[in-house]
Nanobody, 117 residues
């Protein structure tokens, strides 16, 4: 079992920035992939960014140039830096991870991001 705990969400004005953190209970250095997803009420969860081992990070078109993922393997922490936030970025943001040798994806509990216009 792996636990993922997100933090860093909040209320910000349009044009502002937030940095989300995801702390994993297992080494993220051994993860096959780590990602960020988001979900608005009544809508399906959608990919924001996903970093797959040995590949370039994939970003959703809607966040390219504004959002950036990074990681601190020593702290088992995966980040999402969000700049130039827009009201349409408002959603619950979830951290995702899957590890070699473990079955399935693991998810955090989510953190709310609200962008006011």
């Amino acid at each position: 079992q792996v636990q993922l705990v997100e933090s860093g969400g909040g209320l910000v004005q349009a044009g502002g920035s937030l940095k989300l953190s995801c702390v994993a209970s297992r080494s993220i250095d051994s993860a096959y992939s780590m990602g960020w997803y988001r979900q608005e009420p009544g809508k399906q969860r959608e990919l924001v960014a996903r970093a797959i081992s040995g590949e370039e990070t994939h970003y959703a078109d809607s966040v390219k140039g504004r959002f950036t993922v990074s990681r601190d393997n020593a702290k088992n922490t995966f980040y999402l830096q969000m700049n130039n936030l827009k009201p349409e970025d408002t959603a619950v943001y979830y951290c995702q991870g899957d590890w070699y040798g473990l079955l399935g994806d693991y998810w955090g509990q989510g953190t709310q991001v609200t962008v006011s216009s």
